[in-house]
């Protein structure tokens, strides 16, 4: 470790300046060739180049970086950490952070991973992955809000720029977030898969939604993704199909079609029989997302994989009407 410094770097109390330290070496200008007259008897010398001044004493940085507060944006999914110096972001570790919704029997959640694209600095944005995303958002108690997002670290999270660990804040210290920015982006349906065997209709979003807000009302079926040509749809209803028994928050919404609709949509010739004549729409009020954001409407969006209708009908019980001479078959 070694400084240099100018002579108006401090003064004396008489007013003296520093006298900067040189070298013993003596400069001498470099002869300009023969035949040149020499313009003074011997050697100029020339100003003698400053040296740096060693340290003395060198005391390394041994402070372990702390956690000085944090904001976290579901819009953007990125959590920032700003420390108290700066720390090495080649050593950060995603796992060693833990959202709780309060310092006491808390909701909580532990990285799986994420990444920074900052340089070495106090301040580190962390992307987070769409697991733990999704996970948070899953978990409707913790980072809903201000009052129940808070954050633990580990010493591993982090080290500063000297190697130095992170000082840990244990779970019942945890600190709460600062700045809290909630999702305000609306779900998208990513594909969707429909059995027409089992009668299961799977939709996959791209973020967790609320199952409790799912209206299968709002959901048609096509023969075609040109909507103004299409002359073959159904729609399902709620008093037929609901989400299946087990299906909870998630990015993967699964609906079992109703014995009415699926016989329904059997009814129609050419719609969901193959991939070709397998199309969905989706309207706004479809479902939400934890936060209530409506859903981005869906127009003539083709199915990822249909699995057709290969169970045999199964005749159940049949009636005789002799009066009327009727005989009346009842099917699977």
Excluded: C
Excluded at 54 to 70: E, G, H, K, N, S
Excluded at 112 to 120: A, C, F, L, P, T
Excluded at 143 to 157: C, G, I, K, Q, Y
């Amino acid at each position: 470790a070694f400084i240099s410094y100018s002579r108006n770097f401090i003064f004396d109390m008489n007013g003296n300046v520093i006298v900067p330290r040189q070298s013993n070496r003596t400069t001498t200008p470099s002869s300009s060739g023969s035949g040149t007259a020499d313009s003074g008897s011997g050697s100029e010398e020339l100003p003698q180049p400053e040296l740096p001044l060693q340290v003395a004493v060198f005391t390394q940085d041994t402070l372990r970086p702390t956690l000085q507060f944090f904001n976290l944006d579901l819009n953007t999914g990125h959590l920032i950490l700003t420390f108290d110096e700066t720390v090495r972001v080649s050593t950060l570790n995603p796992t060693g952070i833990m959202f709780q919704s309060n310092q006491s029997d808390a909701v909580l959640h532990q990285l799986s991973g994420g990444y920074s694209n900052n340089s070495d600095g106090t301040v580190v944005v962390l992307k987070l992955t769409i697991t733990d995303l999704n996970r948070v958002k899953q978990l409707n108690r913790l980072a809903s809000d201000e009052n129940n997002t808070f954050l633990a670290v580990l010493s591993s999270l982090i080290k500063d720029m000297n190697n130095n660990s992170l000082v840990e804040i244990d779970s019942d210290a945890a600190v709460q977030v600062t700045n809290y920015t909630a999702d305000e982006t609306k779900p998208t349906l990513v594909s969707y898969n429909l059995d027409m065997d089992s009668a299961v209709l799977e939709l996959t979003f791209d973020e967790t939604v609320l199952l409790s807000s799912l209206n299968v009302s709002k959901i048609t079926i096509h023969s075609s993704a040109s909507l103004s040509l299409s002359n073959s749809s159904y729609s399902l209803t709620v008093t037929s199909s609901r989400a299946e028994k087990g299906t909870k928050d998630s990015t993967v919404v699964s609906v079992a079609v109703g014995w009415n609709d699926a016989n329904e949509l059997k009814k129609i010739v050419n719609l969901a029989t193959n991939r070709f004549n397998t199309f969905i729409t989706l309207a706004e009020a479809t479902i939400t997302d934890m936060q209530r954001n409506t859903l981005t409407p869906v127009k003539g969006m083709n199915v990822a994989n249909l699995s057709p209708d290969e169970t045999s009908p199964e005749l159940r019980y049949f009636d005789i009407d002799m009066d009327h001479r009727i005989l009346t078959f009842y099917f699977s």
